[in-house]
């Protein structure tokens, strides 16, 4: 079956450049996506990319796809204490409307 | 807007108590809708998801059920709770193509004591 990749926690020093990281089994996936979670929250959307996009931006974010790996990372640049929380990537097939997801990394900023 | 509201916040519940948590979602029309547990380990677990009235796909077999009794209503319900039923619940909605990614409620903490 498929299955997600996280490392469980990431340090980093506030103003640092974070770069969480997610490999995925299934070759055919095609939606990847990522969430935070702030604590005794529900998850909230980062962002997505799809499977036909190496690279995309979104302000401080940036995802990158390496499909022949099947790596997915994502980078929050000038990291702030608000950037706090555990980070879950995602990966779901275009047949299925199910994702899976992976068990999150907890990134901790301190000063 | 799309929105989604999950309640309760939090419960605590004794063991062979029932329960019912409900999930609506505004603004949106035949949306899918996903319930998922959350335990102390992080991982994600889907239960059910519906993608339409009546329409129930179950997971994982265990001491809960779902219903959707209306389009935008999404019900998880167990006649007896556990104790290994404590947990975080999450509802989620996505459109019917999913491409765009799933909107996650706010969650209930469910505490079986």
């Known amino acids: 079956g498929e299955d997600v990749e996280q490392s469980l926690f990431l340090s980093v020093r506030e103003g640092d450049s974070s770069v969480i990281n997610c490999t995925y089994t299934d070759s055919s996936s095609t939606y990847l996506y990522w969430y935070k979670q702030e604590p005794g929250a529900g998850l909230q959307l980062l962002t997505y990319?799809?499977?036909?996009?190496d690279m995309k931006q979104d302000q401080r974010l940036t995802v990158l796809l390496n499909k022949k790996d099947k790596h997915l990372s994502l980078r929050i640049a000038d990291t702030q204490t608000g950037d706090s929380a555990i980070y879950f990537c995602?990966?779901?097939?275009?047949?299925?409307?199910?994702?899976?997801f992976g068990r999150g990394t907890s990134l901790i900023v301190h000063p | 807007s799309q929105t989604i509201h999950q309640w309760p916040a939090t419960l605590v519940q004794p063991v062979g108590s029932p329960l019912s948590l409900e999930c609506t979602v505004e603004g949106t029309s035949n949306p899918n809708l996903y319930w998922y547990r959350q335990a102390a380990g992080r991982g994600l677990q889907l239960l059910f998801y519906s993608v339409g009235i009546g329409q129930i796909s179950s997971e994982v077999p265990q001491n809960l059920s779902a219903s959707r009794p209306q389009d935008r209503q999404f019900i998880l319900s167990s006649k007896k709770l556990l104790l290994s039923d404590s947990g975080f619940y999450l509802c989620?909605?996505?459109?019917?193509?999913?491409?765009?990614?799933?909107?996650f409620g706010s969650g209930t903490r469910l505490t079986v004591v």
């Open positions: 990319i799809f499977s036909n996009m």
């Open positions: 995602a990966e779901r097939t275009g047949g299925s409307y199910i994702p899976t």
């Open positions: 989620a909605w996505s459109d019917y193509t999913a491409n765009y990614g799933y909107t």
